[in-house]
């Protein structure tokens, strides 16, 4: 089964950090452009980060609002992708989402093939 599983969220303190993961099963994630997403209530979900294939020599891109403060990362190895978070705001509490796209490069979100389940982030004192 093609799936992608993710974990690691909860409730965090501001200022505080969380690391989400997503495990690919029945694909190799090498071979695809990788993407984290976030929704929060009311809202539509957002791309947050992505990372061309292995063979792209690029540097994952970041919008402005966590430029600094998240990181995302893959791991070969385990066949699975990271999403470090730090120094986390109230304005980040999402559903989050890992995504994976059989391209070389980041791409819209309506063309990702493979999703995580959602995982909820709460950031609140």
């Known amino acids: 089964q093609l799936q992608l599983v993710g974990s690691g969220g909860g409730l965090v303190q501001p200022g505080g950090s969380l690391r989400l993961s997503c495990a690919a099963s029945?694909?190799?994630?090498?071979?695809?452009?990788l993407g984290w997403f976030r929704q929060a209530p009311g809202k539509e979900r957002e791309g947050i980060t992505c990372?061309?294939?292995?063979?792209?020599?690029?540097?994952?891109y970041y919008i402005d609002s966590v430029k600094g403060r998240f990181a995302m990362a893959r791991d070969s190895a385990k066949n699975t992708m990271y999403l470090q978070m730090n120094n986390l705001k109230p304005e980040d509490t999402a559903v989050y989402y890992c995504a994976a796209v059989k391209s070389r490069f980041c791409s819209p979100l309506e063309l990702y093939d493979y999703w995580g389940q959602g995982t909820q982030v709460t950031v609140s004192s």
């Open positions: 029945g694909f190799r994630l090498d071979h695809y452009a």
């Open positions: 990372i061309g294939s292995v063979d792209v020599d690029d540097s994952p």
